[in-house]
């Protein structure tokens, strides 16, 4: 049964930090595809940052040089890392999941995701 759960969320004034983490269970993240979306209020669905094939990072433009992912596959940890952290960047985070087949898709087509945390920024 796969599963992730994400925890970090919070409510920071601009320009804090918080640490978002999404621990797995299910399947291995050493063979998939990890990613981190997010909703704000009002907003559509946006694309975050993705990992994949252990170092292979992608960032939306919008949370470049602020946002890092990372992993810990021993523990299956997946972690977003946000500084500078913005007004505009307010939304519930999600962690996503998809089997690595030499590329990642769209994160918003990964079919494996959370429940979701909480960021407010003011």
């Known amino acids: 049964h796969v599963q992730l759960v994400e925890s970090g969320g919070g409510s920071v004034q601009a320009g804090g930090s918080l640490r978002l983490s999404c621990a797995v269970s299910?399947?291995?993240?050493?063979?998939?595809?990890m990613a981190w979306y997010r909703q704000g209020p009002g907003k559509g669905r946006e694309g975050v940052a993705t990992?994949?094939?252990?170092?292979?990072?992608t960032y939306d433009d919008s949370v470049k040089g602020r946002f890092i992912i990372t992993r810990d596959k021993a523990k299956d940890l997946v972690y977003l890392q946000m500084n500078g952290l913005q007004p505009e960047d307010t939304g519930m985070y999600y962690c996503a999941a998809d089997q690595l087949y030499g590329t990642c898709r769209d994160v918003l087509d990964f079919p494996a995701r959370g429940q979701g945390t909480q960021v407010t920024v003011s």
């Open positions: 299910g399947f291995r993240i050493r063979n998939y595809c």
């Open positions: 990992l994949y094939s252990g170092a292979t990072t």
